[in-house]
């Protein structure tokens, strides 16, 4: 065992916001977000550094989007909430979900939200005939349903409809409409597919040629289920940035990360930017460890020589953990890393400091035991064991911004 577990780090906060630095009321900021622990932990809270504005900046901008959309929230169900059923996670909501039936030889749309989880779709079947699904117990009432198709039709000859488009979808997907929120939305696998779709069925003189079929779910179908997520490097190198800097100051106090030689990162954490990208989490699968480049961002304005390295430490070895940070010095330079669930580790460097570090911080997180733990080096940094944590390997720089 090279560390020891210090977990007397007290909070020097100096009303000073560590984040804009003006001394505006502060609130309570937690630095990994509540929904990533199993329950509060007292050595993961500013009470007197992070100002409301800041706070909330965070919180809107970057977490919800995060558990809103992006991947994580599937790692928040299996490992925090300990539950993968689809009324489990609300977040869902938010996502393009598509089941697989086994029963129908189908997918289905599905969206989690109470009482429409899964709604009624039109579907052209590889027999080029359109059939009305519809999910439901009791008996069909024909009469409603025809005149819904004929709604929907007409919604779709006043061109009041979206289109949903993605080439990720399986290649057995058949295209098809729905109705969300009211508004139809044509779903095809690319433009010429969702053409063809809205041509044909605007060519269907009669609604009664569409056929009525029910549809049900059965038991741990949603095994089979397809997610898709958005990703945005730039949102989740904000989010762990955060994390990051907030621990900094639990651990070194506020005056420290006051400094000028952070106001790049104060400034790199705010900068708007929504790019992201989407991707597609097949259930069973997993997404493939594409999530993150290797290397290192940076977000000093400085640039780093080409040749620049720095040891990397190896937080893969730390698997057991939802959670692990690492806050070392290096050649003059504060470097972090952060791992989180199974997303590939995020490597920066921060800043350029006069100031030694003086130790090497671990701080990990176990949602097993719901521990949340501070480490130190057990007499020196020269007690690591290189050869278990660190990867002098090289190690690619990526501008931040
Ligand atoms: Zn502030």
Redesign the pocket.
Known sequence: MFFRVNNSHIENGTGT?I??K?N?KTNIAHIISKKLLKSDHKNNKLTNS??E??NSYFGENIEDWIFKYSPISFWVGRDILNDMTLDADRSFIYKKLFVWFKEYKEWFVATNIKGKKFPSQIIKKGDGRFYFYIYKKDKLMRENYLMEIQEIITQLQKKNYTTYLSSLLPHNFHSRIFRFNDTPIVIARNDDQAELFIKKILEVNDVKKILLKNYRMRNNEHRHLIIFYKWSLKKYSKFYLKIIFEYQSLIKGSEFVLGKEFDDLRKSAKLKNNSFVELMFLNGQGFNRKLFPRGYFQIIKETLDKEFKIPIFELELLQKYTFSMILYKNQGYLCASLKLFEIEQFNIVLAKIEAPLESIYLITYSADDNSLNFYEPVNSMVDFDEKLVLNMEEANLYDFN
């Open positions: 916001c984040w804009c003006k505006e992070v100002c504005k800041c």
